[in-house]
Antibody, heavy 119, light 111 residues
Framework: QVQLQESGPGLVKPSQTLSLTCTVS??????????WSWIRQPPGKGLEWIGY???????YYNPSLKSRVTISVDTSKNQFSLKLSSVTAADTAVYYC???????????WGQGTTVTVSS | QSALTQPASVSGSPGQSITISCTGT?????????VSWYQQHPGKAPKLMIYEVSKRPSGVSNRFSGSKSGNTASLTISGLQAEDEADYYCCSYAGSSTSWVFGGGTKLTVL
């Protein structure tokens, strides 16, 4: 059973770049058919899809965040990462990594990591 | 404002059935059978309950069912139990330029 674990700084200053990593265990990130995703949830609010990287390396991003987001994969470490540049207080949220197969929804989630943007 | 519209809250008594609606447009819910539903308890990660409109992942109770009519998808929970009290989110594919959109979430209270 695949498990996911997010890691990264819990506090980021405004205008800086938020960087998070998701470590995959119990399976290979190179496995065919999987979408490795980032989803966030601001305090007291709903879920927002950030983007994902397909096992082939293709990336897809939320248009509202596309200019600031980069998702990449490190197959040697079985990890995928999120970089969000020029952050503001509006980027404060719990960030989840998740995986799924095509249109089948995200069936595996990390526990989430809280990122606060503040000086 | 979320792309998909859900009621802010619904409630029901143990044993009853409730339905949560998720209204989108012809560009998302209405065009693709790629609607999923997630259950989220406070402080926990979301859990996939329904995918591709009406399919249940292994291990999810058959008390949970999904359907779609036009631009509106629905999640029905039958035989309500106290443990069903949680927030529920719908999600739909919205085409290659937009990809995936979520509803604003519905808080289910079991009375």
């Amino acid at each position: 059973q695949v498990q996911l674990q997010e890691s990264g700084p819990g506090l980021v200053k405004p205008s800086q770049t938020l960087s998070l990593t998701c470590t995959v265990s119990g399976g290979s990130i190179s496995s065919g058919g999987y979408y490795w995703s980032w989803i966030r949830q601001p305090p007291g609010k709903g879920l927002e899809w950030i983007g994902y990287i397909y096992y082939s390396g293709s990336t897809y991003y939320n248009p509202s965040l596309k200019s600031r987001v980069t998702i990449s994969v490190d197959t040697s470490k079985n990890q995928f990462s999120l970089k969000l540049s020029s952050v503001t207080a509006a980027d404060t949220a719990v960030y989840y990594c998740a995986s799924g197969v095509g249109g089948g929804g995200w069936d595996v989630w990390g526990q989430g990591t809280t990122v606060t943007v503040s000086s | 404002q979320s792309a998909l519209t859900q009621p802010a809250s619904v409630s029901g008594s143990p044993g009853q059935s409730i339905t949560i609606s998720c209204t989108g447009t012809s560009s998302d819910v209405g065009s693709y059978n790629l609607v999923s539903w997630y259950q989220q308890h406070p402080g926990k990660a979301p859990k996939l309950m329904i995918y591709e409109v009406s399919k249940r992942p292994s291990g999810v109770s058959n008390r949970f069912s999904g359907s779609k009519s036009g631009n509106t998808a629905s999640l029905t929970i039958s035989g309500l139990q106290a443990e069903d009290e949680a927030d529920y989110y719908c999600c739909s594919y919205a085409g290659s330029s937009t990809s995936w959109v979520f509803g604003g979430g519905t808080k289910l209270t079991v009375l």
